[in-house]
């Protein structure tokens, strides 16, 4: 029996045609690179409250199972790693697999990577005392059998912490003018304005998928400083959320 999947075809073969420029900074994931410092800022913070880690300590995040969804090249997988996280590290598209695994191995690092899917990893039993889920929903076919996918691969107490893109105008203009059509950073058509979920209605499906929504932010460009910071206020383009399974 073929199993079920949200895995949307189209979206997987965009970022298969990237995957080996995963690791350039100034490529065509340089706005994840970019990001990066302030995803990580919010994960560890998270994760860090949730589980009464020390992140001062060595290897804070030790005897934690995490699981980054979507997991590319590695960007988030190896900072978790670092920390001291179990990690397993899957995707959809085949070819970001091995890029992941050899600058892991470059790396010193140890991390499970697998070319599969999010229904099959629960439909095999998996479980994690985290999931990352980070700008994946708005490129699923189906976002709450996709959450409740996740939903079902954390134990009981585990934390889920998802980002993705608001749609309103503003964010047609960020991120589909502004960041695929001017500044190039990603290419033309990456992502599909109308599968952006707004703050509230990711918490409604979030909730339906059976976890508990506990935090949200925004993430926000200062053009000037050229960095990204988090905002409790501003989530009209990124945002962030961190949900719990009671």
């Not at 959450?147 to 608001?166: D, E, F, K, R």
């Not at 990711?202 to 059976?210: E, P, T």
């Amino acid at each position: 029996m073929e199993s079920q999947t949200t895995v949307d075809p189209a979206e997987v073969a965009k970022f298969e045609a990237m995957a080996a420029e995963w690791w350039d900074p100034n490529g065509k994931f340089k706005p994840l690179h970019m990001l990066n410092p302030c995803r990580l800022d919010y994960i560890a913070g998270q994760i860090a409250a949730e589980f009464d880690r020390d992140l001062a300590k060595p290897l804070p995040f030790k005897g934690l199972r995490l699981l980054d969804i979507g997991c590319g090249g590695g960007l988030l997988a190896e900072p978790m790693a670092r920390l001291g996280a179990e990690v397993v590290g899957a995707d959809a598209a085949p070819r970001n697999i091995p890029v992941a695994q050899v600058h892991a191995a470059q790396s010193g690092l140890s991390i499970d990577y697998r070319h599969t899917t999010a229904e099959d990893m629960a439909a095999a039993g998996e479980q994690f005392d985290v999931v990352l889920n980070m700008e994946v929903v708005e490129h699923v076919s189906d976002p709450l059998a996709y959450l409740t996918a996740c939903q079902q691969l954390l134990v009981p107490g585990g934390l889920m912490i998802c980002s993705t893109l608001n749609r309103n105008p503003k964010s047609f203009l960020m991120a589909i003018v502004g960041a695929e059509h001017v500044m190039r950073w990603l290419p033309k058509g990456t992502h599909d304005w109308k599968k952006f979920i707004t703050p509230d209605e990711l918490c409604d499906l979030i909730r339906k998928a059976g976890l508990d929504p506990v935090d949200r932010k925004g993430m926000v460009f200062n053009p000037v400083s050229w960095s990204w910071s988090l905002s409790s206020r501003d989530l009209s383009v990124n945002y962030v959320t961190a949900s719990l399974k009671r």
